[in-house]
C-alpha cells in the first residue's frame, strides 16, 4: 500500500525557514517523480515543485521560485521542501503526491495527508 | 499557464441522481505524445485530493464505476450516475499537458440537497 506521510509543518514568521520532508512506503521510490502541492482556501490547490526520479532535475513555480528547494534522499525514502523568506501567502497545507502511474507518467496517483504551514508575525 | 475553469462551482444533488462537472481549458490539452492529460480529482471533507480519473475517461484503480469522465480537446466532464452520500466533497479537474506546470481548476462543491 502506498503510503506518503508529511511532517515538519508548523508556525513560522515572516522571513523564517522551515523544512518539510514526506515519508514515502509502499513503492519502488527512487522510480518516481514527486511533487508538492499546497492548498489554501482562497487560491485551492497549487502546484509548488517537482523532482526528478533519479537525476535531480527540479521544477518550481514562478511563486516560489528563489525560495524553495526542492530535494529526495531515495536511501531513506524521502522527499524534501526547503522553504525560505516565508511570507503570509505561503500559508497553506502542504502535500506531497507521487507522479505516474503505469499508463500515465505525469498524473498523481497518490497523496499524502498534508502539513499545515503558518506564516505569521 | 493553462487556465482550468469549472462550473459549476456548487451542485446541491438529490441522492440517488445523477450529477455533472463541466472542466474547460483555455488551450488544449492533447500533449504531443497524443494523450490528453485531464484528471479528476476527489476530496472528502477533512481528507486530501484523490485521484479518480484520468486521462478524460479512465477510472483509478477503486474508484467505483458510478464515475466516468469524457470529453476532448478543451471541454471535460465528470459525470456521477447516482450520487451516494460518501460522495460529498470538492471535486477538482486538473491538467497535467504542461507537466510539471499543473494547474487546477477552481473546484465544485458536491452536497446532497
Known amino acids: 500500500e502506498v503510503q506518503l506521510l508529511e511532517s515538519g509543518g508548523g508556525f513560522v514568521q515572516p522571513g523564517g525557514s522551515l523544512r518539510l520532508s514526506c515519508a514515502a512506503t509502499g513503492f519502488t521510490f527512487y522510480n518516481y517523480a514527486m511533487s508538492w502541492v499546497r492548498q489554501t482556501p482562497g487560491k485551492g490547490l497549487e502546484w509548488v515543485s517537482a523532482i526528478s526520479p533519479s537525476d535531480g532535475s527540479t521544477y518550481y513555480a514562478d511563486s516560489v521560485k528563489g525560495r524553495f528547494t526542492i530535494s529526495r534522499d531515495n536511501s531513506k525514502n524521502t522527499l524534501y521542501l526547503q522553504m525560505s523568506s516565508l511570507r503570509a501567502d505561503d500559508t497553506a497545507v502542504y502535500y506531497c503526491a507521487k507522479i505516474g502511474l503505469r499508463s500515465s507518467p505525469y498524473d498523481f496517483d497518490y497523496w499524502g495527508q498534508g502539513t499545515l504551514l503558518t506564516v505569521s508575525s | 499557464d493553462i487556465v482550468m475553469t469549472q462550473t459549476p462551482l456548487s451542485s446541491p444533488v438529490t441522492l440517488g441522481q445523477p450529477a455533472s462537472i463541466s472542466c474547460r481549458s483555455s488551450?488544449?490539452?492533447?500533449?504531443?505524445?497524443?494523450?490528453?492529460?485531464l484528471s479528476w480529482l476527489q476530496q472528502r471533507p477533512g481528507q486530501p485530493p484523490r485521484l479518480l480519473i484520468y486521462?478524460?475517461?479512465n477510472r483509478f484503480s477503486g474508484v467505483p464505476d458510478r464515475f466516468s469522465g469524457s470529453g476532448a480537446g478543451t471541454d471535460f466532464t465528470l459525470t456521477i450516475s447516482r450520487v451516494e452520500a460518501e460522495d460529498v466533497g470538492v471535486y477538482y479537474c486538473m491538467q497535467a499537458k504542461q507537466f510539471p506546470q499543473y494547474t487546477f481548476g477552481q473546484g465544485t462543491k458536491l452536497e446532497i440537497k
Open positions: 486521462k478524460v475517461s
Open positions: 488551450q488544449s490539452l492533447v500533449h504531443r505524445d497524443g494523450n490528453t492529460y
